[in-house]
């Protein structure tokens, strides 16, 4: 089945040291969207890539970057993780075509815990 | 701005009984809208979606919602809820390749 894989499900790290959260697809989609979630809180967009073009939301933080090797694969890297980094890590995908809306299809989220 | 609206937080009903949760959007244009669940530590799951045409859409689980552009809402509608429909609500527009979503409705289904 065509799907979203975020892994892993659970990452534990500790307060400044690196992490990377990792997202892949078999949809083919040109789109990958990441969001941050907090508890009891709608899931909040980090940034997105449209095939290769890198688009940051104005509040995300320097320290979340983001790569997308190929079509397949997308990172999220967290420079210096502090305690208000906490939270669910969702990946996205979608195929953006003219005149259409963005259905985007969800990973299953990365469980981020910073000790 | 645009924005999404969903007016409860939190909304219990018992098993069986039926469900209306309601989605209140801002949007100048033709909207774009979006039913997702979440249930605990999973991500989101699409119930249905309206782009055009008919507006009463179908879903998944028996869901459905229907579309009223002079009410500018898009409430989600079940006539008979199961008890492993407790889950977190989330209504969504789409606008320029992102969605735009509300704040959620917990729920919470009692025996």
């Known amino acids: 089945d065509a799907m979203v894989i975020q892994n892993p499900r659970y990452q534990v790290t500790q307060f400044g040291k690196p992490v990377t ?53 997308c990172f999220l890297d967290i420079r210096s993780p502090g305690l208000g980094d906490a939270a669910m890590y969702l990946c996205a995908t979608a195929m953006r075509t003219s005149g259409m809306g963005n259905e985007q299809f969800f990973g299953p989220g990365t469980r981020l815990t910073v000790l | 701005a645009q924005s999404v609206t969903q007016p409860d937080i939190h909304i219990t009903v018992s098993e069986g009984a039926s469900l209306e949760l309601r989605c209140n959007y801002s949007y100048g ?11 605990p530590g999973q991500g989101l799951q ?23 552009r002079s009410q500018s809402s898009f409430n989600l509608r079940k006539p008979s809820v199961h008890w492993s429909d407790a889950a977190e609500y ?21 025996p």
């Open chain 2, 90 to 110: 989330f209504c969504a527009v789409a606008k320029g390749g992102k969605l735009i979503f509300g704040q959620g409705t917990e729920l919470s289904v009692k």
């Open chain 1, 21 to 73: 959260l990792s997202c892949s697809q078999t949809l083919n989609h040109n789109v990958m969207y990441w969001y941050q979630q907090k508890s009891s809180q709608a899931p909040k967009l980090l940034f997105h890539y449209y095939d290769k073009d890198f688009n940051n939301e104005a509040d995300t933080p320097d320290n979340f970057q983001s790569r997308r090797p190929n079509t397949s694969f």
């Open chain 2, 29 to 39: 244009a033709t909207p774009y809208l979006f039913w997702y669940v979440q249930s």
């Open chain 2, 46 to 68: 699409l119930l249905l979606k309206y782009f055009s045409g008919d507006t009463l859409v179908q879903g998944i689980k028996g869901f459905e919602a229907e579309f009223k």
